[in-house]
């Protein structure tokens, strides 16, 4: 692509208004697809982030006074003004970070408005102001905004993380700066301008893009900023964590995970399918995602065998191409990650049994990557221990109970397992025994307005709901209130 037919989007939303950079520095945006630069963004450096800060700072003592119905009617506005955008944020996201157009209009767009529901429905049972007991009537519990919130995003569900971050911080009082993913910052730019259709009023959502390094690490520094709500690895996690502690900011964390689904005998029928399908899906790159299959001894050669069918039976292409295919892989940094945990889990000894190394046959250019499936993995190797963030599953042999529950715990992660069997008994009793945030069983999703979040390295926050709402306040209590 020529550098001419870049799309221009060298601005900030500050205060209100779109404004250009200070300081920043160019970056160009690359399509995944075909490794060409769709748009060319700034990335902000101090004084942009300052000024960023500064205008969150200035609306917050106005916002955090509007009452909460008002503050709720405005996450309603913003949620029709979405509505009419979401073909443009499809087509965004499925540019700038790969996500086949249809998964993206599907899933990609929709998560946010389900969660804005979500926020919306629990908003208006919330407990804003409540005395504390009959007994305690004139002792008085008020939530409270948390202040200033720095929203800082990765690229793999975008929307879902912008929107559990910025609506809940709406709906709280808070004021906020959001620095989405510099890989994905051109969907995080139309939700600026739907905040401003919407009518947030001025300096109370802000928007700069930057990278980790820069401006991650000023917001995470900075005195004027009362919370980072992050979402993003493990590593980014920690040094935010250090760069935060000077100013005891509250850090709030969803991080990585190395999921565990636990394949028991009596499994139904489509569970190994079902498995494969939901770690393969965007391309692998979902930090819930089910990466490790746990498979019980009498039925592992007949999984393996299924699971490497279903992994060759998908078809992988470029994401403006309609069909349930799985896109590229989001950056060239991200495909030599994978390539080199691929190869390594060769070089460790487990059996590829789909896909492996390389591009997929047909595809000479763009960051794609075959679907890879390893049997005969042991939870010591690479592959079982680290998050590839690719569409590589590895298949782990277990004989009993508590082995299985064993194998799934010994991870530094703890964000979402998996278990399928037909006994109702053992599945509540392993969703006990699995040291993680989140358990589905035999493919039930949570239900809406469940809290999403990790325990261990995957992070402390909750978020979605009530939890996501109450990660965003404050707790105060009254004594002597005049009733
Ligand atoms: P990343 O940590 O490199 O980047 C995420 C965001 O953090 C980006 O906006 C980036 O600019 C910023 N960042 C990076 N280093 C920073 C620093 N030192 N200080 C401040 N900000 C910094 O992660 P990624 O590659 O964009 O995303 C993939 C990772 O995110 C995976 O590990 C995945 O598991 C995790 N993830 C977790 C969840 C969850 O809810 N638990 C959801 C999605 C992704």
Known sequence: MQETDMIDKR?????????????????????????????????????????????????????????????????ERFLTVYETRAEDIAQAVSTEMGAPIDLSRRAQVPLAVKHIKGFLAAAKDFPFEAPLSDASADTRILYEAVGVCALITPWNWPLNQISLKSIAALIAGCSMVLKPSEQSPLNAMIWAECMAEAGVPKGVFNLINGDGAGAGTRLSEHKDVDMISFTGSTRAGIAISKAAAATLKRVHLELGGKGANLIFGDADAGA??????????????????????????????????????????????????????????????????????????????ARVVAGGPGLPEGLNCGYFVRPTVFADATNDMTIAREEIFGPVLTIIPFDTEEQAIAIANDTPYGLSNYVQTADGARANRVARALRSGMVEINGKPRGPGAPFGGMKQSGNGREAGAWGLADFMEVKAVGGWAI
């Open 272 to 349: 190994v399918e079902r498995g494969v399908r939901q770690m393969m899906n965007n391309t692998g790159q979902s930090c819930n995602a089910p990466t490790r299959m746990l498979v019980q001894r009498d039925v592992y050669d007949a999984t393996v065998e299924t699971a490497a069918s279903v992994a060759k039976s998908i078809s992988v292409g470029p994401a403006a191409m309609p069909g349930l295919h799985l896109g590229p892989v989001v950056s060239r940094a991200q495909w030599d990650k994978i390539q080199g945990m691929i190869q390594q889990g060769i070089d460790e000894g």
């Open 11 to 75: 601005q900030f939303y500050i205060d209100g208004a779109w404004t250009d950079p200070k300081e920043g520095r160019d970056k160009e945006v690359i399509d995944p697809s075909t490794e060409e630069a769709c748009a060319v963004i700034s990335l902000a450096g101090p004084a942009d982030v300052d000024a960023a800060v500064a205008a969150a700072k200035a609306a917050l003592p106005g916002w955090m006074a509007t009452p909460a119905a008002e503050r709720i009617a405005t996450v």
